[in-house]
């Protein structure tokens, strides 16, 4: 697997990136998830750390913030309108993204 994802070539040529079959790649969940915390540590709000990111009811949750924060441009993630574009911010691209992060 991690040679395939070292190898993969996508339209723009660069190696690790986007590709059909893996609409996020695990560099931009990376970049996405460093953002995140980010945001999350300069919110005066309380932080849950006692739930997993991969418990499914918050999965869920961070996904559809993550989603959101891609369309409304909030997001400092460098391929934020590409991510907006593959994941629309309804229930759809709620359900898609824990899957493919899932699946990374």
Not at 11 to 17: E, H, K, L, V
Not at 68 to 88: I, N, V
Request: net charge negative; hydrophobic share 40%.
């Amino acid at each position: 697997f991690w040679l395939k994802l070292a190898t993969a070539e996508t339209s723009t040529g660069y190696p690790g990136q986007r590709t059909a079959a893996m609409p996020i790649a695990p560099e931009q969940f990376v970049v996405t998830l460093q953002n995140m915390t980010a945001s999350w540590l300069s919110s005066p709000l309380p932080c849950n750390y006692e739930k997993s990111f991969f418990d499914p009811e918050e999965l869920a949750v961070v996904c559809s913030e993550m989603i959101d924060r891609w369309h409304s441009g909030q997001s400092s993630h460098p391929d934020a309108a590409t991510l907006a574009a593959t994941y629309t911010n309804d229930e759809a691209g709620a359900a898609g993204l824990p899957e493919d992060l899932l699946g990374i």
